[in-house]
């Protein structure tokens, strides 16, 4: 619980911090119940999660969209003064998407009565068309992007606004939203009809357009990223919540399940630049969560009060792995004690799924049944997934040397070129770890969601240094942010140093020699095969030197399936030996 006293700023220290007073009208004190979800990326359907629960890993049945629209419907009918709030990136990610494009997700997001709708990056993989179809498909005509302007020339002209203005007890609320400018324009496919604006000079400009109007609460409904929004907090004055997304932060303590939080408060307080507190707070992803967050203002609407609850959504049935590695129901006494578990702690939740969403998703889901239900392979032991070194992004544990399932996609994309001197594949391109056990078509694609090929470049050993310097100056000297950029491959090695300076941080590149598989050093005037998927070729996500390159051979293969024939083949899936890892030290 947040609880603040605020002391009265003298109008000479106001005007010595450079800062206006907001708050032009006073009013009576009022809370809101802002119910929230972000970044959950067609993952429309339950998933099993291992989870440690007193010293025991077992696997729950985890969120989907049917228990969002339950846990949600339920918070509306019970919280005083509902707010409920889409954080954005809610297209690409399963056969959902790739199957049907934005259909399934409309439909079921239908289901909820949403107050806003923060454009995502993702939202614009492909292209304006596909997402003027997705927002037509919505029923709420609340979608937020101050910072995303469409010209007339794209059919998406029109089809949003910088804020909308909500009542909740009898007073007026600004919702206003902004779009992580540079990821888009670099990691999906805008046309060149939509412009993006600096998200910070947006945020100045529309607060002080809505205070002119007397309004004296505003909620940012950003798809900025968790770090990013921080820092623009203590930049702007105005601002009094911010309901986060891109960054799939992992809010509140989930400890006693085995989850690593990267922050282990829910909400999030920081300072505006006069010193009021700003309220955060991000609902992780894939629609595991429903974050429920009471806010209090005071009279003068300033935030008084911030409190709440990530809810991580559980079905009642548990598992655990036998003798013989099966997957079976935990015992009755086992069952209990995991029960008694989740009652004691509020941020765990055993959440029916909403009936009307069952059968709903039951239209989609049948039509794609058969083939995900292919299975291709096995995978042996959980292989982790850290954008970067150390980062715990898929929930797990950090690892030194980043993602572990990045280099074996590479490795699969390296086998079907045959001809490729070495791999790079991002690490955003990738989208979890991959869980012990049967490996089925639909997992690789929940894996590799995208609509990539291969493609094949011929690089100098130079222009593979700039590429590698570049796109980790891309994470690192920027303020976009960029985790998924991060460059893993495959019979490419490298030491990775982020304290040096610009242009100098990646050394000792090593190329395996396809012929005798020794490691040889890269030569800057020697010429190289590159293979890579398709989206990084065009140049997106950092690799802006890809898209230079004239010798680019398309080859046409699926990049999903070129790891699904790799797995077909070895039929084990394991993680590479720490040799053939890309990154040879990170720090």
């Not at 910072?147 to 909740?168: C, F, G, M």
């Not at 998703?361 to 995978?379: C, F, M, P, R, W």
């Not at 094949?456 to 976009?480: F, H, P, Q, R």
């Amino acid at each position: 619980m947040h609880n603040f006293k605020f002391a009265f700023l003298s109008l000479s220290f106001l005007l010595f911090i450079g800062c206006s007073q907001k708050k032009p009208e006073l009013s009576q004190p009022l809370t809101v119940n802002i119910i929230h979800i972000n970044d959950h990326h067609s993952h429309l359907e339950a998933e099993e999660m291992p989870l440690t629960i007193e010293g025991q890993q077992v696997y729950a049945n985890i969120g989907g969209f049917p228990r969002v629209v339950s846990q949600i419907k339920a918070l509306q009918a019970q919280k005083e003064n509902p707010i409920t709030l889409h954080a954005g990136d809610a297209l690409q990610g399963t056969m959902y998407y790739t199957v049907f494009k934005s259909r399934a997700d409309a439909d079921m997001m239908n289901l909820i009565a949403w107050d806003a709708f923060a454009l995502g990056n993702h939202e614009f993989d492909d292209g304006d068309a596909e997402l003027d179809r997705f927002l037509e498909r919505l029923d709420t005509q609340h979608i937020v992007a101050a910072n995303v302007i469409a010209s007339q020339q794209s059919p998406l002209h029109d089809n949003w606004r910088p804020y909308y203005i909500i009542e909740r007890g009898g007073q007026k609320i600004a919702i206003l939203g902004i779009e992580i400018a540079g990821k888009t324009q670099a990691s999906s496919n805008p046309s060149q009809e939509i412009v993006f604006v600096d998200e910070l000079t947006t945020v100045k400009r529309y607060v002080k357009e809505i205070e002119k109007q007397g309004i004296n609460k505003i909620i940012l409904l950003s798809h900025f990223g968790y770090e990013n929004d921080q820092a623009l907090a203590s930049q702007v004055e105005g601002i009094d919540v911010i309901i986060d997304g891109d960054s799939h932060t992992l809010m509140g303590d989930f400890s006693m399940v085995g989850l690593q939080s990267v922050e282990k408060t829910y909400p999030k307080v920081v300072n505006s630049p006069s010193a009021h507190p700003v309220c955060m707070a991000q609902a992780w992803n894939y629609a595991y969560l429903v974050g429920s967050l009471a806010v209090q203002f005071d009279e003068k609407g300033y935030v008084k009060n911030c409190q709440g609850t990530p809810i991580l959504l559980m079905g009642d049935s548990f598992k655990e792995t036998n003798e013989k590695g099966e997957k079976v129901a935990v015992d009755m006494e086992q069952q209990a004690a995991i029960l008694g578990v989740i009652d004691r702690y509020p941020q765990l939740q055993i959440v029916a799924e909403d009936t009307q969403a069952v059968a709903r998703l039951a239209q989609y889901k049948d039509q794609i049944e058969t083939k995900k239900k292919e299975v291709l392979g096995e995978v042996t032991t959980y292989i982790g997934h850290n954008r970067i070194p150390n980062d715990r992004y898929d929930g797990h544990k950090a690892l030194a040397l980043g993602s572990d399932i990045a280099p074996l996609v590479a490795k699969s994309f390296y086998l079907q070129s045959k001809r490729a001197d070495f791999c790079i594949q991002n690490a955003g391109g990738v989208r979890s770890g991959l869980k012990a056990g049967a490996l089925t078509v639909e997992d690789i694609y929940s894996l590799l969601p995208f609509s990539n090929t291969l493609v094949e470049l011929k690089l100098s050993g130079a222009e593979v240094k700039m590429m590698l310097e570049a796109v980790l100056s891309s994470i690192y000297d920027t303020k976009t942010s960029r985790s998924g950029s991060f460059p893993y491959g495959y019979a490419i090695r490298y030491d990775v140093d982020t304290t040096q300076s610009q242009g100098n941080r990646v050394i000792n590149i090593e190329i395996k020699n396809r012929k005798t598989g020794e490691w040889e050093a890269l030569k800057n005037n020697r010429s190289y095969v590159v293979v890579t998927n398709s989206y990084l070729a065009s140049g997106k996500d950092g690799y802006d030197i890809l898209k230079t390159i004239k010798e680019k051979t398309d080859t046409y293969l699926d990049y999903a399936m070129s790891f699904a024939e790799m797995v077909k083949q070895s039929r084990q899936v394991e993680k590479l030996p720490e040799e053939e890892h890309s990154i040879k030290s990170f720090k």
